[in-house]
């Protein structure tokens, strides 16, 4: 079975751009997570999608959205970068049970290196 | 609100020896812990997942227990490697479906 794919790899752009990172789930995945990490702040969740809604979402500014398509694909955009906002985005993805908490693995993939100059 | 602690940041060991990784959590109400390796600028690779009614699981050489009344899962990697060498992750996944992580404890296993 494939893995977690993220698309680009890496991506560098200037502030006040916007950007589009997106992921696509292990096969028969449901819920797809997005956490930010930086060497200040470490791991921060971002947002978690199931079946094209938004369920979770953590401390980010309303820059930060992202979506869920019927194929479970995900997309994470960042509006009006800032120099801050430069991280490693990564996204994961789960088999939630039928209350809608995973008790199953959450299955990481190999990020997007966001730099904003 | 779930806090994730993880002690020593740091850890420097010969190969052969084994090796002994803290995670310490806040929220006694967790549903389950997971345990992960990074390689610099990759991903996490998922090591172990315990449930929240587990005490322990294993897999190899790693074993993970939980004791979720002192709030604390260690991880024990037995007869480490050069190539154990990586930083550890802790997440822990309480109320919100979200993992809460620790900041890692790097380790570096010399040869």
């Known amino acids: 079975k494939a893995g977690v794919t993220q698309t680009p790899r890496y991506l560098i752009k200037t502030r006040g751009q916007q950007v589009t990172l997106s992921c696509s789930p292990i096969?028969?995945?449901?819920?797809v997570s997005w956490y930010q990490q930086t060497p200040g702040q470490g791991l921060q969740f971002l947002f978690e999608?199931?079946?094209?809604?938004?369920?979770n979402k953590g401390n980010f500014p309303g820059r930060f959205s992202g979506r869920q398509f019927s194929n479970s694909r995900s997309e994470m955009n960042v509006s009006t970068l800032e120099l801050g906002d430069s991280a490693l985005y990564l996204c994961?993805?789960?088999?939630?049970?039928?209350?809608?908490?995973?008790?199953?693995?959450?299955?990481f993939g190999p990020g997007t290196r966001l730099t904003v100059l | 609100k779930q806090e994730v602690t993880q002690i020593p940041a740091a850890l420097s060991v010969p190969e052969g020896e084994n090796l002994v990784l803290n995670c310490s959590f806040t929220?006694?109400?967790?549903?389950?812990l997971q345990w992960f390796r990074q390689d610099p600028g990759k991903g996490l690779t998922s090591l172990l997942l315990?449930?929240?009614?587990?005490r322990e699981q294993t897999s190899g050489r790693l074993n993970a227990s939980l004791d979720k009344s002192s709030g604390r899962s260690t991880l024990y990697i037995a007869a480490s490697q050069p190539g154990d060498s990586a930083t550890y992750l802790c997440?822990?996944?309480?109320?919100?479906?979200?993992?809460?992580f620790g900041g890692g404890t790097r380790v570096l296993v010399k040869p």
């Open positions: 994961a993805s789960s088999s939630p049970g039928t209350s809608g908490i995973s008790t199953d693995t959450q299955y």
């Open positions: 096969s028969g995945h449901r819920s």
């Open positions: 999608y199931f079946s094209e809604t938004q369920r």
């Open positions: 929220d006694s109400a967790i549903y389950n």
């Open positions: 315990i449930q929240s009614s587990q």
């Open positions: 997440g822990g996944k309480a109320a919100g479906n979200k993992l809460t």
